[in-house]
């Protein structure tokens, strides 16, 4: 009977979107015509000609309807840049002269530049870059939450933080698409760990689902138009994602209104008739060599002949593939974008991207920037001193145009006046076996030959500069870190040289939380210059040498150790006999931290800078609000010192007496202000009243409780300037 149900509700469904129902009511007269030429062709198809359209022909392909006027689709990976191209049916690269591309840095990078506008132009450059090589979509931006330090692809999700994610990942969206290509946002849902990604069963509170891991999926879809979204590998109370009803029938569909695709991750289809009645419309990348035998190919078509799927099932999946082709203009290839590949102005955003997401955690006596006009020499050590990183991380891996490592910046930018003495320090000692077992292995022996040589360079030079951090053997996809430790001895190496220079910099190559208790006492200046993409060794040099003041804030808390974390707290990662409890609930990253009154080694938000900025007069525009009103609150900020700089301000917001918990304080609105020496700005940042709600599980519906909430601005979750409070009625 259940079937039943939902095969009506489905069929009666599509009838409705075809004769211009609920779904389509709000159609402009554009979208009235090209509903009515999917109907049209929708008409002309036969079975299997709506079939081949909904699973791969190949590994990033599927197939058109030639005599229809359907092109084939063509989609790639490419969160940071367009990958480079693989063998139609196989992984291995089909080895093109002309598929190098522009790289960014990753995703954790772009959300620590806490500026929209450096996503927006990713997206408009990445557009280009698809469309140049005739790429219909692109698979990204990855917006899962950073649950635990651990995650391997946490490098290329955004943040711990619904907000900032939503922020993103909307401007990147909106550029992207405007060139005439579609995102995959990805991956849906609570996709948050690799350990046995493809079995995991994922619970969680309804609470923590509403106001913690679908926000930035809401926003991408509704506020930023995504035409494609990506079911995750894992299964979501006790379903898969790619078959799960719950989230892809009444909340993508019915809550979101997404009218696109609904695609798999590559092999994460399970069925044929489940998937279908839940709403999976393509399904691609398994390994089964004959695509007839696909879940969405053969097996659809006698799903649909045995009476198991209405033929209105498929035809509405067939008309979200026609609907995304259409609004991308595949059908009007004269009007649509052209691209371009490998511009200075693609250049210049990658490197804009790698300058302003670089956090500075600790300048202890001003030590940076160096004024290598002054300095005679320079010691330069560590592996990711000359290690490239574009190539790394499976699914995100890009072939560069170009890489400039941070050795050849600096020798580029400052070797004919300073004498630069360069030191191994530490060897990658590590590979990374992909498979069932995929992970790294590390022996993290500690070398005292190259330890040795480094101390030697840094007691011959005024200033010493250590790269170290990770690579893609730990920032991956398909494996997860088994701690947060620096490998390969970099602790030692640290401590030794520091012990021999105490002028020692070090800058974090990382997409993901590290350990730094260990160093945070040994030298006076931490940069973090995330994995910086095809400019990082520009950036880096002009961040170290005060050309560039860095700007870049936390986009997720750093622990001092794994047990801080919420999920490691709780022993809820990576779960038990295939299944985890998201036990922390709502209180996830810096929501946990600041609740708990635990102290991390820096806090969610935070980042320095080489200039002084002061917050004042913080108000709002009045002191009670009614629950549909907007909230208006302004505040000055100057720059008190002699560089031009940017500061983050962030508004929190706290409700100290609520029904159920809440957390200590949440982010609510953000606003990067770029300020010249002496210069002060007034800013406003708005918040909707309707925003401070949190998820009422016995109402199963939003909830503004009437009593004081309190605002606060400042520059972390930690740095508070000003608090004011507000009364809603």
């Not at 009666?12 to 049209?40: C, H, M, P, W």
């Not at 197939?63 to 790639?76: D, H, V």
Request: hydrophobic share 40%; glycine share 8%.
């Amino acid at each position: 009977m259940e079937m039943k149900r939902i095969v009506r509700q489905l069929a009666l469904g599509f009838v409705g979107l075809l004769i211009g129902g609920a779904a389509s009511a709000q159609l402009t007269a554009n979208d009235s015509k090209r509903e009515e030429k999917i109907r049209s062709l929708i008409s002309k198809m036969t079975l299997q000609e709506k079939v081949s359209l909904l699973h791969g022909n190949s590994k990033f392909y599927v197939s058109g309807i030639k005599r229809l006027g359907i092109g084939e689709w063509a989609l790639s990976d490419g969160p940071h840049g367009v990958r480079a191209e693989i063998n139609r049916h196989d992984w291995a690269y089909a080895g093109w002269t002309n598929d190098a591309a522009t790289c960014f840095p990753p995703g954790t990078a772009l959300a620590a530049t806490w500026n929209p506008q450096r996503a927006y132009e990713r997206g408009i450059v990445l557009g280009e870059e698809a469309r140049s090589r005739k790429k219909d979509i692109l698979l990204g931006p990855g917006i899962n939450i950073i649950r635990s330090p651990l995650c391997g692809r946490n490098f290329e999700y955004l943040s711990e933080d619904p907000l900032l994610i939503s922020s993103m990942s909307v401007a990147y969206i909106k550029a992207l698409q405007s060139k005439d290509v579609a995102v995959s946002v990805k991956h849906w849902l609570a996709n948050n760990q690799e350990t046995h990604r493809d079995a995991v069963d994922v619970h969680m509170s309804e609470r923590a689902l509403r106001e913690i891991y679908l926000p930035g999926f809401k926003a991408s879809i509704m506020e930023g138009g995504a035409y494609t979204v990506m079911a995750a590998y894992n299964k979501f109370r006790g379903d898969w994602c790619s078959e799960n009803e719950y989230l892809d029938r009444e909340i993508l569909r019915k809550e979101f209104g997404f009218k696109g695709v609904l695609m798999t991750d590559w092999a994460a289809a399970h069925t044929t008739v489940k998937a279908a009645l839940a709403g999976l419309d393509l399904e691609m990348g398994t390994d089964k060599k004959d695509y007839n035998e696909w879940y969405f190919a053969d097996p659809l078509i006698r799903a649909v002949k045995e009476g198991k799927v209405p033929v209105a099932v498929v035809d509405e999946k067939v008309a979200n593939v026609l609907r995304v082709m259409m609004v991308t203009k595949m059908f009007d290839e004269g009007k649509r974008e052209k691209g371009k590949m490998n511009t200075p102005e693609h250049q210049l955003a990658a490197y804009n991207d790698a300058a302003e997401a670089a956090v500075l955690l600790q300048n202890n006596g001003n030590i940076l920037p160096l004024d290598f006009k002054k300095i005679k020499s320079v010691a330069i050590i560590g592996d990711n001193a000359t290690r490239k990183h574009c190539d790394g991380g499976l699914s995100s891996e890009i072939k560069a145009l170009y890489e400039i490592t941070p050795l050849e910046a600096i020798r580029k930018k400052f070797g004919v006046d300073v004498k630069i003495n360069f030191a191994q320090g530490y060897q990658k000692q590590s590979t990374f076996k992909e498979g069932s077992n995929a992970g790294q292995t590390s022996t993290d022996k500690i070398d005292w030959k190259l330890i040795d040589e480094a101390v030697k360079v840094a007691k011959e030079s005024e200033v010493v500069i250590i790269f170290g951090g990770l690579n893609h053997d730990f920032d991956t996809e398909s494996s997860d870190k088994q701690n947060m430790d620096l490998p390969y001895g970099q602790d030692v190496l640290i401590r030794e040289v520091a012990k021999a220079n105490p002028n020692t910099v070090v800058v974090i190559i990382a997409g993901s939380p590290v350990k730094l208790s260990g160093i945070v006492q040994r030298v006076p200046a931490i940069l973090w210059s995330w994995f910086g993409g095809m400019e990082a060794g520009n950036a880096v040099a002009d961040l170290l040498s005060g050309k560039v003041n860095p700007s870049g804030k936390l986009p997720f808390t750093l622990p001092v150790s794994l047990d801080q974390s919420p999920a490691h707290a709780l022993g809820n990662f990576p779960g038990r006999d295939l299944s985890v409890n998201y036990e922390e609930d709502i209180l996830v990253g810096y929501r946990w931290f600041d609740t708990r009154k635990i102290v991390p080694q820096f806090p969610f938000g935070y980042g320095l800078s080489y200039t002084g900025f002061l917050i004042n007069n913080f108000s709002a525009d009045k002191t009670s609000y009614g629950k549909e009103e907007t909230i208006h609150a302004k505040c000055t900020i100057a720059n008190t010192g002699e560089r031009a700089g940017a500061e983050v301000l962030q508004l929190y917001v706290s409700d100290p007496e609520c029904s159920v918990l809440r957390p200590e304080k949440e982010l609510k609105a953000f606003d990067k202000v770029f300020l010249q020496p002496g210069e002060t700005k007034t800013i406003e940042l708005s918040v909707k009243v309707s925003d401070l709600a949190f998820y009422d599980e016995t109402k199963k519906s939003w909830n503004v409780e009437a009593g004081d909430f309190i605002l606060h601005i400042g520059n972390s979750s930690r740095n508070i300037s000003s608090s004011v409070k507000i009364l809603v009625k």
